[in-house]
């Protein structure tokens, strides 16, 4: 397999699950700053040019929470997921998708504003409001999601490379993860773990 990826972004959280299942893969580093990302050869792998996307030798998979979900699937062995509980998987794929379609969307106010709007000033509205958003989002999964010691309960699973990689973004976007006892345990203990340090390292 091929996994391309960008350092300091959302793809991290994927391999880390590579790395956690002992998988396969060459890792390719897209390279943002020259806008690798937005050429034909890398739009070729994935047209939306974003990253993560990871080459199979059925296809390309594209979104973390597809990346995350196939990868616990492919290695049941590492028991990466609830897979034998259908309801468990679907609270997972639950908690992965408020990451993505929430979480990540509020990070993404800070630096991609031209996504939603076009004038300055809604640029400079939207950075103002990340400090706001991101904080809420993670007074929910604080209180409301994380169960303990993992995201799931006992049991570690790929929602942990998740969101130890989305808790990473929150000193950048003004948070102070300090107020957050919980995620913030959850981020020393993901940072003292072979598999997380490999894809760090690789970063």
């Known amino acids: 397999m091929k996994f391309f990826y960008g ?9 880390i699950a ?3 299942a002992g998988a396969s893969y060459e890792p390719v580093r897209v390279d943002f700053a020259s806008g690798e990302q937005t050429k034909p050869a890398y739009l070729a792998v994935n047209p939306k040019g974003r990253v993560p996307a ?4 059925r296809g390309v998979l594209t979104e973390n929470v597809a990346i995350l979900a196939f990868v616990a699937q492919s290695h049941p062995e590492k028991k990466l997921a609830p897979l034998a509980d259908p309801f468990a998987f679907a609270e997972m794929q639950a908690f992965n998708s408020y990451l993505a379609s929430t979480v990540h969307v509020n990070h993404a106010h800070k630096h991609r504003g031209a996504r939603w709007a076009t004038e300055e000033s809604s640029f400079l509205d939207m950075r103002r409001k990340v400090p706001e958003t991101m904080a ?3 007074r929910l999964i604080e209180t409301e999601f994380f169960r303990g010691p993992w995201v799931m309960g006992e049991a570690y699973s790929v929602a ?13 976007d003004g948070v102070d993860v300090a107020q957050f006892p919980r995620v913030a345990d959850h981020m020393k203990r ?14």
């Open 136 to 138: 809420a989002s993670f």
């Open 54 to 57: 990871l080459v199979t030798d």
């Open 190 to 203: 993901m940072g003292e773990r072979p598999a997380v340090q490999a894809a760090l390292a690789g970063e």
């Open 18 to 20: 590579l790395e956690e």
């Open 160 to 172: 942990d490379a998740y969101l130890f990689t989305v808790t990473r973004w929150l000193e950048g």
């Open 7 to 15: 350092p300091k972004t959302c793809a991290l959280a994927s391999r």
